[in-house]
C-alpha cells in the first residue's frame, strides 16, 4: 500500500534558515562535498533574506515536515536577451526520494520562472550522478555538452582584481 501525504511547497522565511543549512549540509554530504560547506546560518540570512538578498529558496513539506528544499536565482541571456532562473541546489531527504517530490519542486520552479517572464530554467550536476542525470532527462532536461563551467574562488577575485589595478581596498573588506 502506497502511504498517503499531503505535499506542500512554500517560500522560506528567515526562520527556516536552520532547516535550509541542515538540508545544505545532507546535500553537501550526498555530493561528496561536506568539506566545502562554510555556510552559517548568519550567511544564509543575510544571502537569502538581508537587505539585498542574492537568490531565494523554498521548502516542500510532507504534512507538517520539511523533507526537501530548492535555491535559485534570477539569470540573464544576453542573446536572448530575456531572463532565465538558475536552480543552485535541489534536494529531497533519501527516506522521501522516488516520490515525485522532486519533479514537483521542478515543476513549481518551472511555474514561477514563467510567471516571471523567465524564458528558461539550468542547473549543472555532477557526472557521475547517474540517478539526477537521468530523472532530469525524464523531464525532458537537455546537457549543454559544449559548455564547460569555470569558477574563480575569493582568492582568484582578489588576485585577478588587484592584478588589473582597479581593485578598491575599500571593497576588499
Avoid: Q
Amino acid at each position: 500500500m502506497i502511504e498517503s501525504f499531503d505535499f506542500t511547497i512554500r517560500a522560506a522565511t528567515e526562520t527556516d534558515v536552520p532547516v535550509l543549512l541542515r538540508m545544505i549540509r545532507a546535500l553537501a554530504e550526498y555530493e561528496k562535498l561536506s568539506h566545502e560547506v562554510v555556510a552559517t546560518e548568519a550567511v544564509l540570512r543575510g544571502a537569502l533574506f538581508g537587505a539585498n538578498p542574492v537568490a531565494e529558496a523554498v521548502l516542500g513539506y510532507a504534512g507538517p515536515e520539511p523533507v526537501a528544499f530548492a535555491v535559485f536565482f534570477r539569470t540573464f541571456s544576453t542573446f536572448l536577451g530575456a531572463p532565465g532562473l538558475y536552480l543552485e541546489d535541489i534536494f529531497v531527504e533519501p527516506p522521501w526520494r522516488g516520490r515525485g517530490l522532486g519533479k514537483r519542486l521542478l515543476a513549481h520552479l518551472a511555474e514561477t520562472a514563467l510567471g516571471r517572464g523567465c524564458i528558461r530554467l539550468e542547473w549543472a550536476v555532477l557526472d557521475w550522478n547517474e540517478p539526477a542525470i537521468r530523472f532530469y532527462r525524464s523531464l525532458g532536461a537537455e546537457p549543454r555538452g559544449a559548455w564547460t563551467v569555470y569558477r574563480l574562488g575569493t582568492a582568484d577575485l582578489r588576485r585577478l582584481s588587484v592584478s588589473s589595478g582597479t581593485f578598491a581596498t575599500k571593497d576588499a573588506k
